[in-house]
Each structure stands twice: as structure tokens, then as C-alpha cells.
């Protein structure tokens, strides 16, 4: 399965086009909801805060981007404006309940303890997914010239995966492990929403055009 080509696919067709950038914004807006949600009520600090305020960011971000890909609207994140909606609206909660499963599991957490491991390593595997895919999908956008680009959310992408692991290394200790089991997770679900954006737009990412 080729991701670039996937994209170029994607980028090729402004309808689709739209529809990626409203996925993502959907998802990202997901994130930030997430985060908020996983807030303590009194003892949030600067960096949660920073981070919520981000990923919202990012959302409203790629929905403006939009804009920039003609003859398209996407409004709402209603299934006909988004790729692979079920899925694509279902990735971070799926993840959310595999992880926190696991931290039950394997540490016997409960409580305001569950919900803040999870907050790491859910929000720790979708960055680094977040870091491999954003400079692929702007490699491909400057590539076919597009006016569409999602270089600040690199950067900000980047700041946070160097944050999260220094929380985890706070919280866990042996931090490791329990990352690499999160990033397991999330490669299973990430290959599987892959799998339903190509069979929704009858995509062959596997074959040249
Ligand atoms: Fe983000
Ligand atoms: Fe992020």
C-alpha cells in the first residue's frame, strides 16, 4: 500500500481533496475534544492547555484550507462532506477504548490514573502517526503545486511528540514498553481506516494511473 500515491490521488481531485482536509479537521477537532475531556478540573497545566488549543487549531486550520481547493464546500463533517466517515469518526474513540483496556490490563489502573495514562499514550501514538504523515501529505501538495499547505501544523506536530514523551517518562517510568504497545494499536487501526478510504472511493492506491 503506497500513501503517496494515495495522496496524489486525493490531491489530483478537488472534491476529494476537500474531503481529506475535512476528514482531518473532523479528526484533529476529535483530538482537541479529547484532550479537553481529560482535563482535571482544577489542576490542568500550561502544557494540556497549549495542547487542546492546538489541536483545535489544526481543525479549524484545515477546514479554512479548503477554501483554497476550488469549486468545493465542505460545511459540516456530516458522512457527505468526509472519507470514510464511520470510520474516520470512530479511529480515536476505538483507540481510546483498546488503550485504556490495556492500562486496566497490564497496570490495574483506575479512575483520574486511567483516564491521564490513556490521555499520554493515546495522544502519544497519534503524534507520532501525525509526524509521519503530515510531511508526506506536504511533500505531495508542493509536489503538485498546490495552494494548500500544512507546514505549521508540522511544526506544532513535532513540539508535541517531544512533550508527550516527557510526560510519559514523568508518569510511567518505564515508558516504553507501554508506548510501543499503544503505537501497536494504533497502526492496526490506522491500517484498517487506510484500507476503508480506498474501498469508499474505490481508490487502487496499489496501481499507477
Ligand atoms: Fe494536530
Ligand atoms: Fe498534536
Known sequence: MD?????????ADDSLHARWLNTLSMMENTGARKISA???K?????????????EARHAYYLKKQIQ??????CPTYEP???????DSHAYLNRLDVQVCRYLKTALGLSGADLKYAAYLLVTYSIEVRADELYPVYQNVLTESGSKVNVRSIIVEEEGHLAEMLRQMETFFGDWQTHAERAVAIETGLYMAWLGSLMASEKIDAG???
Open 207 to 209: 496501481k499507477e494511473n
Open 68 to 73: 483554497k481547493v476550488s469549486k468545493t464546500d
Open 80 to 86: 457527505a462532506y468526509l472519507l470514510a466517515p464511520t
Open 3 to 11: 500513501f503517496t500515491h494515495l495522496l496524489t490521488h486525493l490531491v
Open 42 to 54: 482544577t489542576t490542568v497545566d500550561l502544557l494540556m492547555l497549549k495542547h487542546a488549543a492546538e
Open 38 to 40: 481529560a482535563e482535571p
